[in-house]
């Protein structure tokens, strides 16, 4: 059950401490530990069913992913390992998120590339890669729809965008004890064990995030191609794919 992470353009004082780079380099330390104890694992199958997505509808694996939002490189790294051929490039704000991601890499050898760079404005060609990934940091960009609209630009026609994201489940009884764990469970252990009242703020952001299916309208008007909306674990997260039309850019 992560924060996510992405960059707080144009915000108050106030608001850049909540989701933005500064406040994850603040974390950084404990944020793989918190992340496994808050989802209790079970973000891993989350993670690999992102990766998953990222073939496009024709088979191919993609060769040149771009991961936004990729903190210590959890989702890059996933990447690595399921695509043999693929290089992948891994965009944070957070410069200490990436120092321990930068460590991950080393060890594994894998062919990942960590940078400083901000979803919204991204300095990448046209069609630079071939998919395009995020996991739980969409719900921290202030333009939303700024950075769905750049996601469109650097992925290739045809080539896929995987986004994965925290969501409050709404219905059954499996769903109540879902919102009773992310509303109030989470964010005490979180502050509890990480000693950064920060991750108090996961449930206001989360509340605070588009409906699933408003989301995907969100995506389908920046100029992407919805192909998939998918409940995760109860309605916890969503997986949210699209992909980048052949004759059509936004």
């Known amino acids: 059950m992560t924060l996510g992470h992405e960059p707080s353009m144009g ?9 933005s780079g500064t406040m994850f ?4 330390h404990r944020y793989d530990f918190l992340n496994r104890v ?4 079970i ?3 989350w993670r690999r069913k992102t990766v998953a997505a990222l073939v496009d509808s024709e088979g191919r694996e993609p060769e040149r992913v771009l991961d936004l939002a990729t903190g210590t490189a959890d989702l890059a790294l996933a990447v690595a390992k399921r695509f043999p051929r693929v290089s992948v490039v891994g965009s944070d704000p957070s410069s200490k998120m990436l120092a321990i991601g930068e460590q991950k890499v080393a060890r594994r050898g894998a062919p990942v590339t960590l940078e400083v760079g901000d979803a919204q404005a991204l300095p990448y060609a046209d069609g630079s890669f071939d998919a395009c990934c995020m996991s739980f940091g969409i719900r921290n960009v202030p333009d939303r729809s700024r ?6 630009r650097v992925v290739r026609p045809g080539g896929r965008v995987a ?15 879902a919102r009773f764990w992310i509303r109030r469970a989470v964010p ?3 502050a509890l064990l990480s000693g950064q009242r920060e991750y108090r703020y996961l449930q206001e952001s989360i509340a605070a995030f588009p409906s699933p299916e408003a989301f995907t309208a ?3 008007d920046a100029g992407l191609a919805p192909v998939q909306t998918r409940p995760l674990t109860f309605g916890v997260c969503c997986l949210y794919v699209a992909e980048v039309p052949e004759t059509v850019r936004p």
Request: hydrophobic share 50%.
């Open 163 to 177: 986004i994965l994201e925290l969501s409050e489940p709404r219905e059954g009884l499996m769903a109540f004890f």
């Open 218 to 220: 969100m995506m389908a």
């Open 11 to 19: 915000q108050t004082s106030a608001q850049e401490r909540l989701g």
């Open 25 to 28: 380099d603040a974390i950084a």
């Open 188 to 190: 005490r252990i979180g």
């Open 38 to 41: 808050l989802s209790m694992g």
């Open 43 to 45: 973000d891993h199958g």
């Open 147 to 152: 950075a769905l609209r750049e996601m469109a």
